[in-house]
């Protein structure tokens, strides 16, 4: 801190040494000119590449100089400003030395430019620069406004009057655009243009604040742009008549931010010279209301006039001439509003932005997309004394906090399969939850960034005779979490699959908790039954005779790579190229004298142990999962010896005969083990991945999750499941013979109690089985009589799911095609049967495109099922052997970790850092917003490959799904049903329905003689009407302020600049980098 003001006050107000090429500029890094020779302007820096940085090459011993293009690096403030920011240099490297797992720091200054720590070269030289553009303006980005200013009200007065040319009414949209750019979800807005008569200019906000959200920003926005001028005289004081009277009602019955007020006159300036009265009337002489005038066209009278507005109330005044210049006065806005902060200097309010899509993330296992990120930022003021009063905004320091490290502290292993957490902010949005869905467009701007948590939790669909308000207790829930409570509650939710194709409904039991020094709150939600249960199995390896690594021979296994068995706290310390690499190299260091296991991480960084540094060899190991996966290992190893021997010959030969492709185990310590079979390993050419890629991540997989689901269902069946198709496709499976997947769920029981272990299962092709399924139901049974078959014109035969989709058909073609599809009315009567279930889901986060019987025999129509009692007989071998193995297996509930960490002197760390990167995927951007809908100025990074169509947008969709009640069925005796008067002839159209034992799958057998009408039904995703603000149903809107907010100060009247930009002068404190640490306090 000392050093930081020091170099700021010897910065003064004159001259520096920050002269173009003193210092290093990101644009010209290592650039050489035509002749091979270093460019005039560059200078050379070493970088090397960091997995730790986003993969970009850096140089950890400086930071670079990034600035917009429009910035005048000839400027002496600017100049000044990177001469002594310079100095931070030596705080950086020691903040990264303390903490390794920080990430990118940086200052941003006011007057545009940022420092960055590590220095980086722009654009970055990976897979990302041909995303890159021009460095973009961050001062408007909601990560340095909202570190900057204290909530707000704002009304935005549009003059509408015949004054307002067409280009100036367009320049005045231009502004309103970029005013609404820089509010956040924390401030509330509304849109008010005037003319002879005064009106909301968006018809679904009458007399109310918006909460600016981004669905309420491109709602704003598209209000602006389609507004239609309406002509007569500038009625600017009914205007502000109404302005304040919606803000003195907002402010008297507790309701917007509570915190600043603000109007916002856009115009020519008509009618300015008569507003007096109601200022004396509303806002003097305490001015609780600051009026900013940005004139749009006009004479200097009506200038002069709009000047004296802003003048008189605490506010700032601009005269825009053209669209370039726009961005840059809107700023003054921000500083004004920071005023106050800054003259207090002594509060630092610690902000925390909504989510967005940022830098790579530092995994092994990187795909080369972003990922959800958080930006953390605290303000820096200038504390000189001027000979003129001044209160000048310095900047913002900050660090940017991977969602993925948080979601670290919350072990997924410890919440076990279909349990997860998610953290909920004073708005009531999520930071991190496992249905939330980004969307973004080739223009790499995220259009979810503040999802409610009304839209995720998708409540089961509430019973008529239920006492229960389903509603009542999830609203209950986020309004418990947004007040940073704790607690935990019991709710019914419906649980998607396979991208909404699927869907199940389940009890889930919520524990939640605040977390400490954020606006946050923490839940993990276990699924109720099986989930409130966790296997404890660890072989202890610290002593152990044996070598481990013996259980890890081979390359037929994976681990999963965001799961974090052991690390080094400096991901450069060492280079893996695997996750399962870097789990060999920590197994070798454990049977090495002296090993400690490390597995409670270092505390937070902290102003009083700032001065001590970790190790660069410093690390963390889970004990408990090391353990538990060497175990899973062991046992899997021995399973191999008990089935490898008396059954190997009988077994190959069913596996040649249904062309069993792969057998694998995926168990509960995230360990996937696979076994290839009849020479079908994969061939170097294939474009597809392996079975082990596309899983590595087996235990979040949909198979993994869906058979410990269906085991609560039915403990004795095995899930079957084939790829889908929607029927469009042309081709079949792209020309190759589909897989059919069979898993089953292996829980391990004591006490009376059974938590899941893993989930065994087989990949084999689909041809082999369709083939026993038509020669099965082809023939009759021997000694049976039979007039019918399926090989017959007169019936239909189908193996259908527990969702309604097909696994097998006499025409192959319809394999993975809901059912619906291809017969509606017959899926119809199962739903009006009981046999199959609809529900309903509703999906907030949607993309939709930017367009806007009878039968007389008795033959055993159990007999296709044969082909499956086999891999049920097979799996039910295999898990025979399993249960022996597990000696020391026991089931407990949830309790308090009892692990013995003797060997650790230490405190557990319940926060980490990472970078930033929302500050170098972006551009400019031209702020000429003049489409009917633009998108709001977000951070903008790279998108996942399944959204990069720039012809989509957000909207409300519901799909109609199903679930087959199994209770309605049995596996001894079919029911049969006809569908009647469904044709003009009056014919029947009988059915039958029958379970398959031991599986998810019914047999369906349908009449076909009878030409019923071709109904369909799907199960994709349809728009819903839109929720607009008028029309949007009516849900909790329970927020809760953010705790600072600082917006008076009894001296500002003193300050006299109201029409012109405030010098932004030097200065910082050390320390408020050092808030910055995050400091998460988990409840276990």
């Not at 190299?585 to 937070?604: D, E, I, Q, V, Y």
Request: proline letters at 6%.
């Amino acid at each position: 801190m000392d050093s930081a003001e020091a170099a700021a006050l010897s910065a003064g107000g004159g001259g520096s040494d920050g002269t173009p090429g003193t210092y290093y500029d990101a644009r010209w890094l290592n650039v050489h000119a035509d002749d091979g020779t270093l460019a005039a302007r560059a200078r050379r820096l070493m970088l090397a590449p960091s997995r730790h940085f986003d993969h970009i090459a850096v140089n950890t011993s400086y930071s670079a100089v990034l600035m917009p293009p429009y910035i005048n690096t000839d400027d002496p403030e600017v100049q000044n400003q990177i001469a002594w920011s310079e100095h931070l240099d030596p705080l950086f490297v020691n903040n990264y030395e303390i903490d390794p797992t920080l990430s990118w720091q940086y200052y941003a200054s006011s007057s545009g430019f940022m420092r960055r720590y590590p220095a980086m070269s722009w654009p970055p030289e990976d897979g990302y620069s041909h995303h890159a553009r021009d460095f973009y303006d961050f001062r408007s980005s909601n990560w340095f406004v909202e570190a900057a200013t204290s909530p707000k009200d704002l009304v935005i007065l549009l003059d509408d009057s015949d004054d307002m040319g067409s280009s100036y009414r367009r320049l005045a949209k231009i502004t309103i655009s970029a005013l609404l750019d820089t509010l956040g979800p924390n401030d509330f807005v509304n849109i008010y243009r005037y003319s002879d008569t005064v009106s909301e200019l968006h018809q679904c906000y009458t007399k109310i604040l918006a909460q600016a959200v981004p669905e309420s920003i491109r709602e704003l926005k598209s209000a602006v742009w389609g507004a239609e001028p309406s002509g007569g005289a500038a009625n600017l004081t009914g205007a502000l008549t109404t302005a304040f009277e919606i803000l003195q009602r907002y402010n008297r019955t507790g309701q917007g931010c509570q915190c600043n007020q603000a109007i916002a006159v856009i115009g020519a300036g008509g009618g300015a010279s008569g507003v007096k009265g109601v200022f004396r009337a509303w806002n003097w002489p305490h001015m609780p209301v600051r009026i900013f005038t940005y004139r749009v066209g006009g004479d200097a009278t009506s200038g002069s006039n709009m000047k004296d507005m802003a003048c008189t109330n605490k506010g700032f005044h601009v005269t825009i001439n053209d669209h370039s210049e726009i961005r840059a006065k809107v700023l003054h806005f921000v500083e004004v509003l920071a005023r106050p902060l800054v003259m207090y200097q002594t509060i630092h309010p610690v902000h925390w932005s909504p989510v967005y899509v940022g830098g790579r993330s530092s995994s092994l296992d990187d795909d080369g997309m972003g990922q959800l990120m958080t930006s953390v930022t605290v303000p820096i003021f200038d504390r000189r004394n001027h000979t003129q009063r001044e209160a000048n905004l310095l900047g913002v320091v900050g660090t940017d906090v991977p969602v993925d490290q948080i979601k670290k502290l919350v072990a997924p292993y410890k919440l076990g399969v279909n349990g997860y957490s998610f953290m909920v902010d004073n708005n009531g949005h999520v930071l991190y939850h496992p249905d939330l869905r980004p969307l973004y467009t080739e223009t790499l701007r995220p259009l979810y960034s503040s999802i409610d948590l009304t839209d995720v939790e998708l409540l089961v669909d509430s019973d008529e005779n239920s006492r229960v308000n389903l509603t009542s207790l999830l609203l209950d829930l986020r309004h418990d979490m947004i007040e940073q409570r704790e607690g935990e509650t019991e709710i019914g939710v419906k649980v998607q699959y396979d991208g909404m194709r699927r869907v199940a409904t389940r009890r889930q039991r919520y524990f939640y908790s605040p977390v400490e020094d954020t606006p946050y709150s923490i839940a993990a939600v276990l699924p109720d039954g099986y989930g409130m249960y966790e296997l404890q199995a660890e072989q202890e390896i610290k002593h152990s005779p044996i070598n481990i690594t013996e259980y890890f021979k081979g390359d037929n296994w994976k681990v999963h790579p965001d799961w974090v068995y052991c690390e080094y706290a400096s991901t450069s310390e060492q280079t893996f190229n695997s996750p399962e690499e870097q789990l060999l190299h920590f197994l070798t260091r454990t049977g090495r004298p002296g090993w400690k296991w490390m597995s409670l991480r270092p505390r937070a960084l902290t102003l009083h142990n700032a001065h001590k540094k970790q190790e660069r060899d410093s690390y963390y190991c889970d004990k408990t999962l090391v353990q538990s996966l060497v175990r899973d290992a062991m046992v899997i190893k021995e399973l191999d010896a008990h089935t490898g021997h008396a059954s190997h010959h009988s077994q190959q030969g069913r596996f040649h005969k249904f062309v069993v492709t792969m057998s694998f185990i995926a168990t509960r310590s995230g360990l996937l083990r696979w076994t290839e079979n009849l020479n079908t390993t994969r061939s170097t050419d294939s474009v597809d991945p392996h079975f082990s890629e596309k899983y590595a991540r087996s235990f979040d997989s949909e198979w993994y999750r869906r058979a410990v689901e269906h085991h609560s269902i039915e403990p004795e069946s095995f899930v079957f499941s084939v790829p889908f198709r929607d029927g469009s496709e042309a081709d079949d499976f792209n020309g190759k013979p589909p897989l059919v997947l069979a898993t089953h769920a292996v829980f391990v029981e004591s006490r009376g109690h059974r938590a899941p272990a893993a989930v065994v299962g087989l990949h084999f092709q689909l041809d082999s089985l369709a083939k026993h399924f038509l020669n099965v139901t082809s023939t009759c049974t021997a000694g049976s009589v039979c007039k019918k078959t399926c090989a017959g014109d007169e019936l239909d035969c189908y193996i259908l799911d527990d969702n309604g989709f097909i696994i097998l058909s006499e025409d192959v073609s319809q394999t993975g095609r809901f059912f619906g599809q291809v017969d509606g009315t017959i899926m119809d009567s199962l739903v009006q049967d009981k046999i199959y279930k609809k529900v309903i889901v509703h999906d907030h986060q949607g993309r939709c495109p930017d367009s806007r019987n009878q039968f007389s025999g008795d033959g055993n129509k159990l007999a296709p099922m044969k082909p499956l009692s086999w891999l049920g007989g097979y799996l039910t071998r295999l898990l025979a052997v399993w249960y022996p193995l597990w000696d020391s297996v026991v089931a407990h509930p949830y309790t308090e970790d009892e692990s013995d960490y003797e060997d650790y002197e230490g405190e557990e760390d319940l926060e980490r850092d990472h970078g930033t990167y929302e500050i170098i995927i972006d551009g400019v951007g031209d702020v000429n917003h003049e489409p009917s809908a633009p998108p709001p100025h977000m951070p903008r990074e790279p998108p996942r490959e399944a959204a990069r169509s720039a012809a989509v947008r957000p909207c409300d969709t519901s799909a109609e799904l199903f679930t087959l009640q199994s209770t309605r069925l049995n596996a001894a005796q079919p029911l049969k049903g006809k569908l009647t008067n469904c044709h003009n002839s009056g014919c029947e159209r009988p059915f039958s329905v029958q379970k398959i034992p031991h599986s998810n799958l019914i047999l369906l057998v349908v009449d076909t003689l009878c030409p019923c009408g071709a109904k369909r039904l799907d199960v994709r995703p349809r728009e819903a009407p839109p929720r607009a603000a008028c029309r949007r149903p009516p849900r909790a809107s329970h927020r809760r302020r953010p705790r600072s907010c600082v917006s008076y100060h009894p001296e500002e009247i003193e300050i006299q600049s109201c029409g012109r930009a405030g010098r932004l002068e030097a200065a910082t404190a050390l320390s408020c980098v050092l808030l910055l640490r995050l400091c998460l306090s988990f409840v276990t």
